[in-house]
């Protein structure tokens, strides 16, 4: 079964308001990674984060990492038109001796000018 | 650079009938690979993943199956398509610490 959860499912943002999207795990996570897949086109990658409590911003994009490396967050600022698209987290189990990538289902936010 | 080519972009198959999907990484060997579907508006099911050649793990029964007969070459091939076969297939290469890079994707429909 899915083993990293991401909550919400979608997102219906106002344009200038924040928003916040959340991964979960059951397992602890090596690290986690977020990706913005635009409508039509392919996941691409925005960060890594791999210490405990880690946060990173990349202007409007806040990300941050668990404590228990356990959950991590991407909180978006003053949404734009432009930050439409779906928001995957995704991460390495640290039981996974694969070291297997695993994605969340993503979330999908519209933004309403 | 760390580039993954899959073709074709579209295609559109009837029901039945077989299906081969290629994808080959430049930039890099002995890649982690992976298969993966979209539904529309939906999230990545992951369907196989390989660390190498011929090491081919399934991650959901179905009529699909993967194979990796070069370092860099990963094939999505199905025997009869099934229209819940239609999605967007995104091959890509990464480990559980690294960056994963995704190809192109192709979107396929089965009619």
């Known amino acids: 079964g899915q083993q990293v959860m991401q909550i919400p499912q979608y997102q219906h943002v106002q344009e200038g308001e924040d928003f916040t999207t959340y991964c979960n795990s059951s397992?602890?996570?090596?690290?986690i990674q977020w990706y913005k897949q635009r409508p039509g086109g392919h996941p691409v990658f925005l960060i890594q984060?791999?210490?405990?409590?880690e946060v990173k911003k990349q202007k409007r994009l806040t990300f941050q990492f668990g404590e228990a490396k356990k959950n991590s967050s991407l909180h978006i600022t003053a949404t734009q038109t432009t930050d439409v698209g779906t928001y995957f987290c995704a991460g390495g189990l640290t039981t996974d001796s694969w070291g297997k990538l695993q994605f969340g289902a993503g979330t999908q936010v519209v933004v309403t000018p | 650079s760390q580039t993954i080519h899959q073709w074709p972009a579209t295609l559109v198959q009837p029901v039945g009938s077989p299906l081969s999907l290629e994808c080959t990484v430049e930039?890099?060997?002995?890649?982690?690979l992976y298969w993966y579907r979209q539904a529309a508006g939906r999230g990545l099911q992951l369907l196989f993943y390989s660390v190498g050649i011929g090491q081919i793990s399934s991650e959901v029964p179905q009529n699909l199956s993967a194979s990796r007969p070069q370092d860099r070459q990963f094939i999505l091939s199905s025997k009869k398509l099934l229209l819940s076969d239609s999605g967007f297939y995104l091959c890509a290469r990464g480990t559980g610490d690294t960056e994963a890079f995704f190809g192109q994707g192709t979107r396929l429909t089965v009619v």
């Open positions: 984060l791999v210490k405990s409590g």
């Open positions: 930039g890099t060997s002995n890649p982690n």
């Open positions: 397992t602890t996570l090596s690290n």
